[in-house]
């Protein structure tokens, strides 16, 4: 069954202070790392797909890098706006990427 | 288009009755997730149809849940019976069969409490 665990469960930034989020995940077959960003009372929103490890990807401020066995989201120099819960999943099991695991999510709050 | 459309956005619901939440995805999307995200928990798969096609259910999905997606369009959950443990958001997500990779697009769910 796969698996992914997220940490920390919580972080808190001042503005300018730039950080990393894990994700580690155990996958019979990956065929994707995604992450995602989720505001509250809303649905998450898709940020990267990562497939191979050395695979690295940039939005902005933030940039993912995916291992064998973990990805990172790093936060360089965050704003207030970036504040959110960011969520990893992992899609694959059994042969096919539709059905994507979720990890519980890192809540990343930014103090101007 | 708008993106995937949920409604409604939140119901309060008596334990034991019946709710049916709709879905509209991308139209142009062929594959259409349903998940649940409780507090404090990441999104968890629910079903997943392709078209018209209900291809997975989860063991989560128990019987006295329905999905359905009549014509490959619009999608509806319907929960029976509802129980306490069923409050939770229902997220619907959307995406094209051959562009998995771009990431699905979800709703801003549906809210539900049981009371």
């Known amino acids: 069954e796969d698996q992914v665990t997220q940490s920390p469960e919580a972080l808190r930034l001042q503005e300018g202070e730039s950080s990393s989020l894990n994700c580690s995940y155990t996958?019979?077959?990956?065929?994707?790392l995604f992450w995602y960003r989720q505001d509250p009372g809303k649905g998450p929103e898709f940020l990267f797909t990562?497939?191979?490890a050395g695979e690295e990807k940039e939005k902005e401020r933030l940039k993912a890098t995916l291992t064998k066995k973990e990805s990172f989201l790093h936060i360089t120099a965050p704003k207030p706006e970036d504040s959110a819960t960011y969520l990893c999943?992992?899609?694959?099991?059994?042969?096919?990427?539709?059905?994507?695991?979720f990890g519980k999510g890192t809540l990343l709050t930014v103090n101007p | 288009d708008t993106g995937v459309s949920q409604d409604p956005r939140h119901k309060i619901t008596k334990r034991g009755q019946n709710v049916t939440f709709r879905c509209d995805p991308i139209?142009?999307?062929?594959?259409l997730y349903w998940y649940r995200q409780t507090l404090g928990q990441g999104p968890e798969f629910l079903t997943y149809?392709?078209?018209?096609?209900?291809?997975?259910k989860s063991r989560l999905l128990s019987d006295r849940f329905s999905a359905e997606r009549p014509k490959g369009s619009f999608s509806t959950l319907e929960i029976q019976r509802t129980e306490q443990g069923d409050s939770a958001m229902y997220l619907c997500?959307?995406?094209?069969?051959?562009?998995?990779?771009?990431?699905?697009?979800f709703g801003s769910g549906t809210r539900l409490t049981v009371v």
């Open positions: 139209s142009e999307h062929n594959r």
């Open positions: 999943a992992v899609g694959g099991s059994g042969g096919s990427n539709y059905k994507l695991t």
């Open positions: 149809f392709q078209n018209e096609a209900q291809l997975e």
């Open positions: 990562l497939y191979s």
């Open positions: 997500a959307s995406s094209l069969a051959r562009q998995v990779n771009y990431g699905y697009t």
């Open positions: 996958v019979s077959g990956l065929r994707g």
